[in-house]
């Protein structure tokens, strides 16, 4: 109602692409392994499980830091809070690089890493509240979002092409000086928010634990929780054992790359075209109803079909509707929790998903059939999204998006 009597910077752009950027970097450091993991465990002398271990910290170091995390971006912002989270990642993606050659400093390099992830995950939906009107928050999530698939893809494409020219330290190395340039450039580019805010709904906020003692009252807010742990938990699983998943059925790991890779291009093209249509018509909930029911179909052909054209059409079908879903879920949490702070509600969306992640993950693996097949649990993953349907559609609209004023 009163947006039109505030200020829209362009200089809104500029701190988006250098958070993005950011966002890109660490999932690139994040993934750096996964290509490469026999290489690497022959280059370390140690097993394949400890190299995938360098992933699994993540998740493990996230479940820790994500509360802190949000309450420092809460109470100091994007150019502090977050700032501390890209420091860590410049500094630790040096040593990182220049201590390549150690195993053991390699894991402390990304232990602290890991560290840095929730400073900078959680602060998307805080970004956008500080620099973008309301009618552009889904599309500037879904725009950082897209940053983050590329940071993935690169990170699969550019890694085993590095470690050939250059060597894993090598490799290592250029990734630390990256960070390092971009972790400079946020540092001097990004600033806390622009001299007059976006939209009037920006200028009160709760103290974090009072944020979270009202998000926990907010029935909405669990059913999201509820929905986002069975789903991120699923993307997870999924993407950590695709070459798993579908070789029983005689599928290649080359065959399995071009899928993932597909699942990764079809969340970049839906982050590009879906967000915007949901600011663009003031709609959150048919959207997450409609990416769970495209899930249901898209996750039976990756999961039983024998047909390589239809795995391929099945993952870039599930990755462009469930991958583009998850910046206006984020932003829609962030409405219905107002005055929640923003970085709060996305932590803890975060963080439930973190928790099912690493359940499926080691779930999977345990309940593998004789033949390596994971049927068993994905039945079980196909099973409960019909459950994750009827969640959704006891989702009421976000009555800030519809009319600017937040939810009563």
Same mark, same amino acid.
Request: charged residues 10%.
């Given at each position: ?5 505030f ?9 988006l692409?250098?958070?993005s950027?950011?966002q890109?970097?660490?999932?690139m450091?994040? &993934?750096?392994?996964?290509p490469i ?5 022959e280059f370390?002398q140690?097993?394949a499980l400890q190299i995938g271990?360098?992933?699994m910290v993540?998740m493990?170091v996230?479940?820790f830091v994500? &509360?802190p995390?949000?309450?420092a971006i809460?109470?100091?912002g994007i150019?502090k809070?977050?700032?501390f989270?890209?420091?860590l990642?410049?500094?630790f993606?040096?040593t990182?690089g220049?201590g390549?050659d150690s195993?053991t400093w390699?894991m402390?390099?990304?232990i602290?890493i890991?560290v840095a ?6 602060s998307?939906?805080?970004m ?5 009107p309301?009618?552009e928050r889904?599309?500037?999530a879904g725009i950082?979002?897209?940053f983050?698939f590329?940071?993935?893809?690169a990170g699969l494409?550019?890694?085993?092409s590095?470690t050939i ?15 390092l340039?971009f972790a400079?450039a ?7 928010k622009?001299p ?18 009202h ?7 669990i059913?999201l929780?509820?929905i986002f742990?069975?789903s991120?938990g699923m ?10 998943i579908i ?5 290649t ?14 969340g970049?093209i839906g982050?590009?075209i879906?967000p915007?249509i ?10 997450v &109803?409609?990416?769970?029911?495209l899930?249901?179909p898209?996750?039976?052909g ?6 390589y054209?239809?795995l391929l059409f ?5 990755g462009?509707f ?6 206006i879920?984020y932003q ?5 929790c107002?005055?929640a702070?923003e970085?709060t509600?996305?932590?803890l969306?975060?963080l439930?998903?973190q928790?099912?992640g690493?359940i499926?993950i080691f779930g999977m693996?345990a309940?593998?059939?004789a033949d ?7 039945l079980f993953m196909?099973?409960v999204?019909?459950?994750e &349907?009827?969640l959704?559609?006891r989702?009421?609209e976000?009555?800030?998006v519809?009319?600017?004023v937040?939810?009563e």
């Amino acid at each position: 109602m009163g947006d039109k009597t505030f200020t829209v910077y362009k200089y809104r752009w500029v701190v988006l692409f250098f958070y993005s950027m950011m966002q890109c970097i660490m999932q690139m450091l994040w &993934i750096t392994f996964a290509p490469i993991t026999s290489e690497a465990a022959e280059f370390y002398q140690v097993s394949a499980l400890q190299i995938g271990f360098l992933s699994m910290v993540f998740m493990i170091v996230y479940l820790f830091v994500s &509360i802190p995390a949000s309450w420092a971006i809460d109470t100091f912002g994007i150019r502090k809070g977050v700032g501390f989270g890209v420091v860590l990642t410049g500094i630790f993606a040096m040593t990182r690089g220049f201590g390549g050659d150690s195993f053991t400093w390699v894991m402390v390099s990304m232990i602290g890493i890991a560290v840095a992830q929730p400073f900078i995950l959680n602060s998307l939906t805080a970004m956008a509240a500080r620099w973008f009107p309301l009618e552009e928050r889904a599309t500037a999530a879904g725009i950082a979002s897209l940053f983050l698939f590329v940071g993935l893809m690169a990170g699969l494409a550019v890694t085993p092409s590095l470690t050939i020219k250059y060597g894993i330290q090598g490799m290592l190395k250029v990734y630390g000086i990256l960070a390092l340039v971009f972790a400079v450039a946020y540092l001097i580019f990004v600033k806390e928010k622009p001299p007059t805010p976006p939209a009037e709904v920006d200028t009160e906020r709760t103290l974090v634990f009072d944020g979270l003692k009202h998000i926990f009252k907010q029935k909405d807010m669990i059913l999201l929780l509820i929905i986002f742990f069975f789903s991120l938990g699923m993307f997870n699983a999924v993407t950590t054992w695709i070459e798993q998943i579908i070789a029983p059925r005689g599928f290649t790991i080359v065959q399995a790359g071009n899928l993932g890779g597909l699942i990764m291009i079809g969340g970049i093209i839906g982050c590009i075209i879906v967000p915007p249509i949901a600011d663009k018509i003031r709609k959150r909930k048919i959207f997450v &109803i409609l990416s769970l029911v495209l899930t249901l179909p898209t996750l039976i052909g990756m999961s039983f079909t024998t047909s390589y054209a239809l795995l391929l059409f099945s993952g870039f079908i599930f990755g462009f509707f469930f991958l583009s879903v998850g910046p206006i879920i984020y932003q829609y949490s962030t409405e219905i929790c107002y005055p929640a702070p923003e970085a709060t509600s996305q932590g803890l969306l975060i963080l439930a998903g973190q928790i099912s992640g690493i359940i499926y993950i080691f779930g999977m693996d345990a309940f593998r059939l004789a033949d390596g097949s994971m049927t068993p649990f994905l039945l079980f993953m196909i099973a409960v999204i019909p459950i994750e &349907i009827f969640l959704a559609a006891r989702l009421k609209e976000s009555t800030m998006v519809e009319t600017g004023v937040k939810n009563e």
